[in-house]
């Protein structure tokens, strides 16, 4: 069982950038997809960002391509979500989960079946 911690949100001025951390225990990321998703108040859980972890392969939603990008951080247990040019539409509790998604269903939180705990992140002036 994969045990996942988020961390490295906090509040950002229009413009900013914030890193996010989803680090593993229990198990590392090999073998398996890590996605972050995010959810704003009243809002359903949306995607933002997927990585096959030995493949390579990333993923980005629409709305953050361009601004973010989910990279390794040296380790197979750490991933970052680099976020720049943060809009505050971008306000959510973002989320890191871990399975094994097909690339049809990588952006679908259901194909994700560890989850992190959750990291605010605030865009305001």
């Known amino acids: 069982q994969v045990q996942l911690m988020e961390s490295g949100g906090g509040l950002a001025q229009p413009g900013g950038s914030l890193r996010l951390s989803c680090t593993a225990s229990g198990d590392t990321f090999s073998g398996y997809s890590v996605g972050w998703f995010r959810q704003a108040p009243g809002k359903e859980r949306e995607f933002v960002s997927a990585?096959?972890?030995?493949?390579?392969?990333?993923y980005y939603a629409d709305s953050v391509k361009g601004r973010f990008s989910i990279v390794k951080a040296g380790s197979n247990s750490a991933v970052y979500l680099q976020m720049n040019n943060l809009k505050p539409e971008d306000t959510a509790v973002y989320y890191c989960g871990v399975g094994r998604p097909i690339t049809s269903t990588m952006s679908t939180s259901s194909a994700y079946y560890y989850w992190g705990q959750g990291t605010q992140v605030t865009v305001s002036a």
């Open positions: 990585r096959r972890w030995n493949g390579g392969n990333t």
